[in-house]
């Protein structure tokens, strides 16, 4: 039963991420005219030239990039009607490649897209990861300890009601006025990450986390307000429950009852954070990214978006579709790990 | 009396949303001329009292002038955001995916007119289709209107929650930056762009009142009472998931300030030459030490975001489980 469910998951989970994938790749191949894009190129960079050159030199381009067969296995043409392709059409050729886990070559940077897809990872990662771990930690610290002192709690969820109506842009630009400003404390780089190679190896972690401290900052404490007033909610719902009542009966001090006893339910909810939380660490953030001139995912997905450089937009957003789909499962998987009444359910 | 109360109660955050709307109804609609001769001028200076940009462009003029596009950008937006998810989400919630059925007739009839119309959009000019098309429509409809024969259902539930899987799929700045890299930079363009792409949490919302609300012993009595399909989602559900929309009117506005803030920072969307508050904030990294430029535009978005989140929350202070 159990292995049957996993399975049907799995199933669901495959289904849906070539689904999406596939409606990405036809939408952004549909909605744009390679060829006319690329005869402006041609007619901005090169020398004037005869027309039928640059026919040409556009059928060559479009040859090279894959682009001059049809889009899909059938096409309407008003003279002929419905007109079946075969295998010789954009999107056969785009699964083909992908199935041999080759995700294409990007048309802006000389690179294949899976090589700029990992040095965009081996920024993204450490901050992100950094960031991840440090608002997880906070949150479920800060709300379990001030879960029962009442004056705290409410000066808390103050700030955290007034951190979360800040956006990010605004956080980050703050914390670079405060602590990378000349004028005020000028104790972190402003932006970017200088080399580290004349570093010893040993060195290496520390300068990192020196110049990442106040991407990671600005991320934490936009992200840990959320994750703290959802615990926090759900926290206060177990202390009315009768357990956590039975719990202080018998003895168990404050701090006793809300860390082993209520956290271990009100954490149930949590899961379903981890759902958002995991996409979101791979796709990086394209806000901090730019602002603190980071070259991680969420600046290589939206220059590649503005340079409508697709073969790279769609492997980094079906990275992420793909990330978003493995936590869906584990999610799933952890609920009935869990919480035994979801396996009735499921 | 009950708006009594709440004013009371909220007047920091009312007097302060009023002054917003105040600002953005009587802003000068005039594209303001830069100082050439004070760039950068700090606040409290004797011609321009918040200070200037770099640009020389007035910093309590440009404030102004961007009420007016917070307004005119996220209170459209968080209408149709609203609709569109009280109508997804309400038409999921109610008739899950098995409540919908179609007759099989009437289901293929409309399926060959839907084919049909595209067809015929490669032949016959487009201004025949917006007559023709409802009339075939309607036609094959009523064709099939009395047919008792086996049915299909239409899984409404299952489509409604694929759309939400993919659009959640997408990281929403990526797919907002993706699309406003394809079309031209308007206003009217980023309303629909947002409401196209932050109807999922509403409809979420809706659902699950829709559902709630039709499991009650009083729906089951109306729909075996026969009452119209209209009657029931208008009289019945109706009343009692407009609250949940009510809340959470505030709460989207909010969001979407923040979102159009953060998209006119990133310089995407809106036209280059409307004033708004992250066009504002953008200029501060041309000049990263001036102070006045990110704490005048940021404590205007700030006030704004907060007074609204202030306004939906319940009676009880602000911890509450959604």
Redo the contacts between chains.
């Keep these: 039963m159990r292995g049957q469910a996993l399975l049907w998951h799995m199933a669901r989970a495959a289904g849906?991420t070539w689904?999406?994938v596939s409606?990405?790749f036809l939408l952004s191949h549909a909605?744009?005219d390679p060829e006319s894009q690329l005869r402006d190129t041609l007619e901005n960079a090169t020398h004037p030239s005869e027309a039928g050159q640059r026919a040409a030199a556009t059928q060559q381009l479009l040859h090279r990039y894959g682009l001059d067969t049809p889009l899909f296995y059938t096409t309407?043409h008003?003279q002929v009607g419905w007109q079946w392709h075969g295998g010789q059409n954009q999107y056969h050729a785009w699964l083909t490649q992908l199935a041999h886990g080759n995700l294409g070559y990007s048309y802006q940077a000389d690179a294949p897209v899976a090589e700029l897809l990992a040095q965009a990872l081996h920024y993204t990662l450490p901050l992100t990861l950094l960031a991840a771990l440090l608002s997880v930690s906070a949150a479920v610290g800060l709300t379990v300890v001030l879960s029962y002192r009442p004056v705290g709690r409410?000066w808390f969820?103050?700030l955290a009601?007034?951190l979360?109506?800040?956006?990010?842009?605004?956080l980050a630009?703050?914390l670079?006025?405060l602590f990378?400003?000349?004028?005020a404390l000028s104790w972190f780089p402003?932006f970017g990450l200088s080399s580290t190679a004349a570093a010893e190896a040993w060195q290496q972690p520390g300068i990192m986390l020196y110049q990442l401290t106040l991407p990671v900052a600005s991320l934490v404490l936009s992200s840990f307000p959320a994750l703290a007033?959802?615990l926090?909610?759900?926290l206060?719902?177990e202390f009315t429950q009768p357990y956590t009542a039975t719990a202080r009966a018998k003895g168990a001090s404050q701090a006793r009852t809300a860390w082993r006893h209520a956290l271990r339910n009100a954490l149930l909810p949590l899961v379903t954070l981890l759902t958002e939380l995991l996409?979101?660490i791979v796709?990086g953030s394209?806000?901090v990214e730019?602002?603190f001139a980071l070259p991680g995912m969420?600046r290589l997905?939206?220059d590649a978006?503005?340079?409508?450089d697709f073969p790279v937009?769609l492997g980094?957003?079906g990275l992420?579709?793909f990330v978003?789909?493995v936590a869906q499962f584990m999610a799933d998987i952890l609920y009935s790990v869990l919480d035994p009444r979801f396996r009735i359910a499921a | 009396m009950i708006y009594a109360a709440l004013l009371r109660k909220h007047w920091a955050a009312i007097g302060w949303l009023a002054l917003v709307v105040l600002a953005a109804l009587s802003a000068p609609t005039a594209s303001p001329t830069p100082d050439l001769a004070n760039v950068n001028q700090p606040p409290f200076h004797a011609l321009h009292w918040l200070g200037t940009t770099p640009q020389g462009l007035d910093v309590g003029l440009s404030l102004w002038q961007g009420a007016r596009t917070v307004l005119l950008v996220s209170l459209p937006a968080s209408i149709l955001t609203l609709l569109l998810g009280a109508a997804l989400g309400g038409a999921a919630g109610y008739w899950g995916n098995t409540k919908w059925r179609v007759g099989r007739l009437k289901l293929v009839g409309v399926g060959i007119t839907l084919l049909l119309a595209v067809a015929a959009l490669f032949y016959v000019p487009v201004s025949w289709l917006w007559l023709g098309g409802p009339l075939l429509l309607g036609g094959s409809w009523l064709l099939g209107r009395n047919h008792h024969g086996a049915t299909w259902p239409i899984p409404v539930d299952s489509i409604v929650m694929a759309l939400i899987a993919l659009l959640n799929s997408i990281p929403l700045l990526v797919l907002v930056v993706a699309t406003a890299a394809v079309r031209p930079p308007s206003v009217g363009g980023v309303v629909a762009l947002l409401s196209l792409t932050c109807w999922p949490v509403p409809a979420r919302l809706m659902r699950g009142a829709t559902l709630q609300s039709s499991k009650q012993p009083y729906l089951e009595a109306a729909w075996a009472a026969g009452i119209p399909t209209h009657r029931i989602l208008w009289r019945h559900i109706g009343p009692n998931t407009l609250p949940v929309l009510l809340v959470r009117f505030p709460l989207t506005v909010a969001i979407l300030i923040g979102l159009e803030t953060t998209l006119s920072f990133l310089g995407v969307g809106l036209p280059a030459d409307t004033p708004s508050w992250g066009r504002l904030l953008a200029t501060v990294r041309q000049a990263p030490t001036n102070w006045w430029l990110i704490v005048c535009p940021g404590l205007a978005v700030v006030g704004t975001v907060l007074s609204l989140q202030r306004l939906s929350s319940p009676p009880k202070g602000p911890s509450h489980v959604t």
């Excluded at chain 1, 979360?164 to 605004?170: A, D, G, K, M, T």
């Excluded at chain 1, 990378?180 to 004028?183: E, F, G, L, T, V």
């Design positions: 849906a689904l999406i409606v990405l909605t744009i309407w008003p409410r969820l103050r009601h007034t979360q109506s800040l956006p990010l842009f605004l630009l703050g670079l006025l990378a400003n000349p004028d402003a007033i959802q926090d909610g759900a206060q719902q996409p979101s796709a394209v806000v730019v602002i969420g997905i939206a978006a503005l340079q409508q937009l980094g957003v992420v579709a978003r789909l």
